[in-house]
């Protein structure tokens, strides 16, 4: 990219520390040359000299981003975007009072969501996505509705509510958890997962990992139902089968075969220049 | 059964706790000033969802639950920890359930997130056939110039969810432009005319013409500028519209924001997913309350689109 993109990429939204996002960037550059993805950091939209997103009258949107280092990001140049990002704070309000800082990361996370969605080019994941991660008990709860056998996950005002077959694993979520006084005091019982895990991470249509195809297929189900391309799940291997233990929709991606197919997910959902 | 969920000081949740108790409805109502006496199991796991709550004496499963009106605010302070922890995880959970629940949910939490970005609601108003005011969002002062000098009147708000009194930009204010440069701002073109509020309870749709010289008739009362408000009709491809939104918005009840032109045609500023629908049934009559609680027991017409939510 230059001072305005000349062909489309995928554009890589970012934190620093963010290694699976710059391990994406590098396969896809390797694939295609440094020109065919760009990474954006937080900071670096939070400090850009120019914001311009509109809105017409009949919600068409145009405008574009200039950075400082005389990028341009404008959506005739962008392929899709992987974003990793969850909110940005403008750094003129990084020392400002806390209600000054949490207003302008509020604003900023609003302009971050229109534009995205403006883009008119996918997005992964979605949009939605920035409007708050689904606690795991949620995903639990949607992936039974998906068919995916899952740990049992209870929370409960108070301990005497926990089913007795729980018992040893309530945790105290309220105050004096040190103390027994736990029979009005608020629970989780969850039981620990184990050692023996098995990661599968659904990239667009494809579920990848060791379960069993039906489980495949629910998981790329729930996925979709859920609005996401990327999703990770982790199972419990135990004596009776796999069950669902965590779903991560941002996963940190490690290893290099799941690299790989999140940068085939990218390039496989990049609009093309007509 | 129908629960109502929130402040019962809250008049709007109150308006329709009422109704309910006037049309004989079975209700409870899980009282957000009073959860730390209250009781919640959520049960997820390994391939059903269940749970139980125990509230105002009455103990229920959560299947057995029809509906629920949720108008969820800030929890109050307590100085007992206990009672703020149990309050804290109650609200959390329910919450929680109700983004999920197979009944109907009138709003789910989830549904109400599209106005947590102005500019992001207002791409969504305009597929829905809508007219927006053309908007601009940037942190450049000559920008800004240019967009006012292409529409005129400008006024400007927060992008954010966070309440904004709109404001217009005038000769005073424009001194200060320089200060967007370390952060965006939202800049609209002013639009002419009359305001309208639309309630969309299921099916059924009120609009509530609203006369106010003010900016912002919210506030008027601040300017000593009274708002009149009064009944009126929408045309219906206007009414449909406000009804495609609510759809789209997974909304079954909602407040819409329209202003009539001159010209005749309706402009759509926002949708509220948590109206304060009280103060337009006070001045007005409009019988919203009861389409709420009629939309809640199944009276509704169209109930059974809306309960499909419950499974996306």
Known sequence: MTAAVAQRSVVVLAHAHDRGAVAVSRAIADRHGDSAVHVVQASELGRAPRWSHAIDARGSVTGDVALQSGTVLAADGIGCVFNRLVGIVPPAFARAPARERDYAAAEMHALLVSWLAGLGRPVINPVAGLFGNPSRRQWLTRAVAAGIPVMRDVVATSARLVPSELSDHIAVRGPWPETKLVSRQPVEASPAPGRAIVAVLVAGHRAHGDVSRAIGHRCVDLARQTGRSLLQLDFAVGPRGVRLAHVDPMPPLVHEHAVAVVADLLEHSSVRPR | ?312
């Open chain 2, 1 to 312: 059964m129908i629960v109502f969920f929130g402040r019962p000081d809250d008049r709007p949740l109150a308006l329709a706790i009422e109704q309910a108790a006037s049309q004989g409805v079975p209700y409870v109502v899980l009282d957000q000033t009073r959860l730390g006496h209250d009781e919640l199991l959520l049960d997820v796991g390994p391939d059903r969802v269940d749970g139980r709550l125990h509230t105002c004496g009455t103990e229920l499963e959560l299947g057995a639950i029809a509906a629920v009106y949720a108008r969820p605010l800030a929890l109050s302070h307590t100085r007992d920890e206990l009672e703020r922890a149990r309050s804290e995880q109650l609200n959390a959970s329910f919450l929680e359930w109700l983004d999920d629940a197979g009944c109907l949910v009138v709003n789910r939490p989830r549904a109400m997130q599209s106005n947590v970005s102005k500019p992001y609601q207002l791409q969504l108003v305009a597929e829905s056939g809508m007219t927006v005011p053309a908007t601009l969002v940037t942190n450049r002062p000559e920008d800004v110039h240019d967009f006012r000098a292409r529409h005129g009147r400008v006024i400007y708000k927060s992008i954010s969810g966070i309440r904004s009194i709109v404001t217009e930009l005038d000769e005073r204010t424009i001194e200060h432009l320089e200060r967007i440069r370390s952060l965006p701002t939202q800049f609209q073109a002013y639009v002419e005319g009359v305001d309208v509020r639309v309630h969309v309870v299921g099916d059924r749709v009120f609009a509530t013409e609203i006369a106010s010289s003010a900016t912002d008739y919210r506030y008027a009362h601040r300017a000593g500028e009274p708002a009149t408000l009064q009944p009126t009709e929408l045309p219906s491809a206007v009414g449909r519209r406000c009804l495609a939104l609510a759809q789209r918005l997974e909304l079954p009840f909602c407040g819409i924001d329209l202003r009539r032109r001159p010209d005749g045609a309706h402009v759509c500023f926002e949708v509220n997913p948590m109206p304060a629908y009280s103060y337009f049934e006070s001045e007005t009559g409009q019988p919203i309350a009861q389409a709420l609680v009629d939309l809640l027991t199944g009276a509704g017409a169209n109930v059974g689109s809306w309960s499909r939510f419950a499974t996306t």
